[in-house]
């Protein structure tokens, strides 16, 4: 490990550093002719790692954050059947199951409180019929009670507060990676995290690539696998870069599709699928003037409602109206929710989001059992497409176990890179007597002075409209640059005062 090492204002190895000596060393290569004037498009790479150095060592604590309470939750599903197997799954499949209107009033017997939102058929043989209640003191809160009913002997087998069809524990692990259960306050940190990490990834990639020579020992391996034989701050810097380049595109995926719910990129991204009209089709509920006027429709089925002690609405019964939805071509799981007022239908809702995804939407007026409308998967909009699957691949539902698996590694690979560039930093510290430092030191001020001017003029204009589209990132970018400034003219005046004095 180098003891004696210290960081150059562009980031490159010193000539000071036995483990590093400076490419141009090596190769007996001439370093670029510098105008007069100091501005060059090299001017980019200092520029370039001064960046990626202060938004490391200044975002990733929050990023690191995000990674580890987002390691947890990849593994909700497998903690749901383990905490939640009560609730969740049967004691023994027992053959046919009882009618959906007899789970119900088991339900409600249980759970009189409230009043039916949904019901979810078991998606598996051996998972439960879920009966969710809208119940006031948590519809404040956004959230239900969801009771579990034994679909084979319609025996409930519990019953929880849920947010969303997520289970208490979902729940908080959730709110834990999205705002550290501070509200909305603290959704500002997993905002900031996401605002910076395709910056981070996208910048780490140009100095990697974009130097290789220097950072990668010139060899083309090196650029993709561990360095063989490096050691110390080079090592360190192997490690980091290889470990950024294979998890990259999960990174940049991750950061993008969590923008698109954050406080004020997601607004801006809101705004973007109005103006482009990139929202689902909206499901029709308002129930037919024929099928609601009153006429038996029922096709002598038994019909549901209060007269069955279900707590449903008069009609059709929910399995006659599941029977019409299956008709209709709307297989696997489905939520059927009730209708909102006696002119509603009942809306029954694919809700398969595993590979291929099966989202077809469908409204059953709950006295003829007509089909009055439709909105099927394939007739969303690109965007509000990408937008659904995003998120779903973001909370490793798209692909099953294999997304859990990926995004786990992807976690793991983003807090051993942090880690490796805090290490990186602490390894640069200069350790002579003259010049002990507890960490290496930053890359120089004034970067951008080497840039030519039709970059500049570019360069300004694209930040300024980064910064609106990424508010956090913006906002953060100028106190950055206000605090340097502040520093910069401090540190001026001491080293004026001191040669004054001497």
């Not at 905490?83 to 088991?106: D, H, N, S, W």
């Not at 008709?327 to 595993?354: F, H, M, R």
């Not at 998120?391 to 880690?419: C, E, K, P």
């Amino acid at each position: 490990m180098s003891t004696t090492s210290d960081a150059s204002p562009d980031g490159a190895p010193t000539a000071d550093s036995p483990d590093e000596k400076p490419m141009s060393d090596q190769s007996g290569s001439t370093p670029p002719v510098t105008p007069a004037n100091g501005r060059t498009r090299s001017g980019w790479w200092p520029l370039l790692t001064r960046l990626h150095f202060y938004a490391g060592i200044l975002v990733a604590p929050f990023l690191l954050v995000a990674a580890l309470t987002g390691l947890a939750y990849t593994a909700v599903p497998q903690l749901d059947q383990l905490v939640y197997g009560q609730e969740l799954r049967v004691e023994e499949v027992g053959g046919t199951a009882k009618p959906l209107t007899e789970q119900i009033a088991a339900a409600r017997e249980a759970h009189p409180e409230g009043s039916i939102m949904s019901v979810v058929p078991p998606e598996a043989a051996d998972h439960t019929t879920k009966v969710v209640l809208s119940v006031p003191e948590l519809a404040e809160q956004d959230k239900q009670r969801t009771v579990y009913v034994d679909p084979y002997t319609a025996e409930v087998r519990g019953a929880l507060t849920t947010w969303f069809g997520s289970t208490p524990l979902a729940t908080w692990l959730d709110d834990l990676h999205r705002n550290l259960h501070l509200g909305e306050t603290g959704r500002l940190y997993s905002e900031l995290a996401a605002s910076w990490l395709w910056v981070l990834v996208l910048g780490g990639l140009l100095l990697w690539f974009g130097r290789r020579r220097a950072y990668a020992g010139g060899a083309k391996r090196n650029t993709l696998l561990p360095e063989r034989g490096a050691r110390g701050v080079r090592r360190s810097r192997s490690l980091h870069a290889i470990t950024g380049v294979w998890i990259s595109a999960g990174l940049l995926v991750l950061s993008a599709t969590g923008l698109t719910w954050s406080a004020y990129a997601g607004e801006r991204f809101t705004e973007l699928r109005t103006s482009l009209s990139a929202y689902a089709p909206e499901l029709n509920t308002t129930a037919s003037a024929e099928g609601s006027s009153g006429h038996d429709h029922s096709d002598g089925q038994e019909a549901g409602g209060d007269a069955a002690g279900s707590g449903l609405p008069e009609g059709l019964s929910v399995d006659r109206i599941l029977e019409k939805a299956r008709a209709a071509g709307l297989d696997g799981p489905v939520e059927l929710s009730v209708p909102a007022d006696e002119k509603s239908t009942w809306t029954v809702a694919q809700t398969d989001g595993l590979w291929p995804v099966r989202m077809d939407q469908a409204a059953v007026d709950p006295h003829s059992g007509e089909i009055t409308s439709r909105v099927d998967w394939a007739d969303h909009p690109v965007l509000a497409k990408l937008s659904s699957l995003g998120v779903r691949a973001h909370m490793g539902t798209l692909f099953g176990l294999a997304n859990q698996i990926v995004l786990a590694v992807i976690a793991l690979g983003l807090s051993v890179g942090i880690v490796l560039g805090y290490r990186m930093w602490w390894q640069r510290r200069p350790t002579r007597a003259d010049r002990r430092a507890l960490m290496g030191r930053a890359p120089a001020r004034g970067t951008w002075r080497h840039l030519p001017w039709p970059a500049l003029a570019v360069a300004v204009p694209l930040v300024i409209a980064v910064g609106w589209a990424f508010p956090l990132l913006g906002w953060s970018l100028l106190a950055f640059l206000v605090l340097d400034g502040v520093l910069a003219l401090i540190h001026r005046r001491r080293t004026a005062g001191g040669a004054a004095s001497s």
